[in-house]
């Protein structure tokens, strides 16, 4: 069977049977019974453990030109140890997890089809460099990793190991911009950008999500409020200092091009790119901050009380 078939139907069985939850202690091979979220709102996504194989051995061009994408294709961009790199999401969807390294420093970088979240982090935890791969489990809608050294489970959207010797554990995050190829290379003209000769047989021109993004429906159960928001709505999303904030794409587009705000004490702006469908967070340094892109429904699922961006009306 192929893989993409394969794939499909396993979504298809998680649809008609609305996810089944499982109340064991003991799933896809992982121990579920120190876990700090719910064991019981912890389900299988279809495929096992690494049947989604994260790349181990990225290959990058580091010549841009060379590459076959285009200027409206999607990136992940990640700037770090002052090293530029692309991360095509047609590469991501089938793989979500890249453990690579900036210099000597290891990251892994992730990304969640089902939240449309792409994350990444530095991968030395307590002095170890540890890599990850794919759990084939979910919480709340959001892909579970696990690390190959103690086999713990961690969210990606939390950032936070919650089962096992890491449990409770908080990766350090690294900014990510979810952009366009075009935007990405004209900000980082000598970006490296991933190549597609991964090692692994997939076609990268064929989307396995195809029309998920503007369905309102989940594959898989998720409580949340929409708030008046699609629940595939895009927003830029942050939780500072325990206070967190979205910013709807929708909304971005009401107003200018940035938003001045404040979150707790903290004062931020948020850039919005309309023509690349892609924002920004910065504080009163000109840094960027580690907010996400990704779907609301997984954002409010995360963090129900989150406070949201409205453009003020001419009107008002």
């Given at each position: 069977m192929r893989y993409t078939t394969f794939?499909?139907?396993?979504f298809l069985i998680g649809v008609a049977g609305h996810a089944e939850l499982y109340g064991g202690q003991l799933l896809n091979g992982f121990d579920l019974s120190n876990s700090i979220v719910p064991s019981k709102e912890i389900i299988r996504g279809g495929p096992p453990k690494d049947g989604i194989p994260a790349i181990d051995e990225p290959n990058f061009l580091l010549h841009p030109e060379k590459t076959r994408l285009r200027d409206n294709h999607q990136v992940?961009?990640?700037?770090?140890?002052g090293i530029a790199k692309a991360?095509?999401?047609?590469i991501m969807n089938w793989h979500e997890v890249?453990?690579?390294s900036y210099g000597a420093d290891p990251v892994v970088i992730t990304f969640c089809p089902l939240c449309g979240s792409g994350m990444a982090f530095t991968a030395r935890v307590k002095g170890i460099s540890l890599r990850f791969g794919v759990s084939g489990l979910l919480y709340n809608s959001d892909v579970l990793l696990y690390d190959r050294k103690s086999n713990s489970l961690w969210s990606q959207i939390l950032g936070q190991g919650v089962t096992g010797e890491y449990k409770g554990t908080i990766l350090q995050q690294i900014p990510v911009e979810h952009t366009t190829w075009q935007q990405w290379r004209d900000h980082y003209p000598d970006t490296q950008v991933l190549s597609f000769s991964t090692g692994f047989s997939r076609n990268y021109q064929q989307n396995p999500y195809t029309g998920y993004r503007t369905n309102p429906e989940t594959y898989f159960p998720v409580k949340f409020k929409a708030r008046g928001l699609h629940p595939k709505e895009m927003v830029l999303a942050i939780n500072l200092n325990g206070k967190s904030k979205a910013y709807p794409f929708v909304?971005?587009?009401?107003?200018g091009t940035v938003v001045d705000d404040r979150i707790g004490d903290i004062e931020v702006s948020v850039s919005y790119f309309p023509d690349h469908n892609s924002a920004i967070m910065?504080?009163?340094?000109?840094e960027k901050l580690p907010a996400i892109t990704l779907f609301w429904f997984a954002w409010a699922a995360f963090h129900p009380d989150t406070a949201i961006y409205r453009a003020k009306s001419h009107y008002q």
């Open positions: 794939v499909i139907m396993l992940l961009g990640v700037f770090y140890n991360y095509p999401i047609s890249v453990n690579d909304e971005l587009a009401k107003g910065t504080n009163k340094q000109g």
